[in-house]
């Protein structure tokens, strides 16, 4: 998987693209930074989430429940471990 893009850069993109004039087009910006259309796209829709404009979980709520997700399935691994006086083959 590769790795994400800075936030400082994703921040700059989207600065650029919501500050851009009407002639400019978003595949032109991602043209021009090197990141797909799609990707940018999806910054957006996070970035105006985030503002509160568009209803979803923010990027900190995101976060918090990968971490919540990561924390229970490591929880629910370890209980279908056999215990150690276990008989079990």
């Known amino acids: 998987m590769p790795q ?8 700059d993109v989207i600065r650029v693209v919501q500050t ?17 259309e799609g990707t940018i796209n999806k910054w957006l829709r996070q970035a105006e989430i985030d503002a509160g404009n568009k209803p ?3 990027s ?3 976060a918090e429940l990968r971490e919540m ?15 150690k006086g276990s008989t079990r083959s």
Do not use: M
């Not at 851009?20 to 797909?36: E, P």
């Open 4 to 11: 994400p893009y800075p936030k400082e850069f994703r921040d």
């Open 20 to 36: 851009r004039d009407s002639k400019t087009t978003i595949g032109q910006i991602a043209k021009d930074f090197g990141v797909h």
């Open 56 to 58: 979803g979980n923010t």
């Open 60 to 62: 900190d709520e995101s």
């Open 69 to 83: 997700r990561r924390r229970a399935a490591a929880y629910l691994s370890q209980a279908n471990l056999p215990s």
